[in-house]
T-cell receptor, first 112, second 114 residues
Framework: EDQVTQSPEALRLQEGESSSLNCSYT??????LFWYRQDPGKGPEFLFT???AGEEKEKERLKATLTKKESFLHITAPKPEDSATYLC?????????????FGRGTQLTVWP | GAGVSQTPSNKVTEKGKYVELRCDPI?????LYWYRQSLGQGPEFLIY????????DSGLPNDRFFAVRPEGSVSTLKIQRTERGDSAVYLC????????????FGPGTRLTVL
């Protein structure tokens, strides 16, 4: 059973069209929810960590939020350079400190 | 400064052969992680080291997979008797410690088993 589920699998937006990506998790006790960006042929690049429900983090056009069961990555007025796969990962209290459970990602395409 | 580097960038081998994949972490990072990523999937945890010891190897799929980090820096992932299902991108990451928020990823090694 997947512990981290992301939706949608793929999202196409016109430049400037805001939207949200969803990440739901079923880990037994959350010890951190992470967002990464991955460009084709590269390793993931860290964006945010969230720890508790109600927490929000922002970086340029991206804002990540966390509830008790899911996280959202809001993209405001996206640009073509925001096109990438966005990965969500969870750290579980029942696992070792370094282990992360990743979702399959949302492939975002922003066209001009 | 230099990021995480992985060699080779691409490896093509035949079924049944032995392969070694190398990871050079960021200098000073004590934690090192190996993941495997298949097409259209997220990274799948394999093993991580804190220093020289494997802190968690529960993600290794079977005993054909083994990893070492003898001096607490460079790590090698070793795969014996490769199978076609082992084809994937193998990602390495490092962080200051295993409690750090941010894992810094390398570009990966694309392994193809024919």
């Amino acid at each position: 059973e997947d512990q981290v589920t992301q939706s949608p699998e793929a999202l196409r937006l016109q430049e400037g069209e805001s939207s949200s990506l969803n990440c739901s998790y079923t880990v037994s006790g959350l010890r951190g929810l992470f967002w990464y960006r991955q460009d084709p042929g590269k390793g993931p690049e860290f964006l945010f960590t969230l720890y508790s429900a109600g927490e929000e983090k922002e970086k340029e056009r991206l804002k990540a939020t966390l509830t008790k069961k899911e996280s959202f990555l809001h993209i405001t007025a996206p640009k073509p350079e925001d096109s990438a796969t966005y990965l969500c990962a969870a750290r579980d209290r029942g696992s070792t400190l370094g282990r992360l459970y990743f979702g399959r990602g949302t492939q975002l395409t922003v066209w001009p | 400064g230099a990021g995480v580097s992985q060699t080779p960038s691409n490896k093509v081998t035949e079924k049944g052969k032995y392969v070694e994949l190398r990871c050079d972490p960021i200098s000073g990072h004590t934690a090192l992680y190996w993941y495997r990523q298949s097409l259209g999937q997220g990274p799948e945890f394999l093993i991580y080291f804190q220093g020289t010891g494997a802190a968690d190897d529960s993600g290794l799929p079977n005993d054909r997979f083994f990893a070492v980090r003898p001096e607490g820096s460079v790590s090698t992932l070793k795969i014996q008797r490769t199978e076609r299902g082992d084809s994937a991108v193998y990602l390495c990451a490092s962080s200051l410690t295993d409690t750090s928020n941010e894992q810094f990823f390398g570009p990966g090694t694309r392994l193809t088993v024919l």
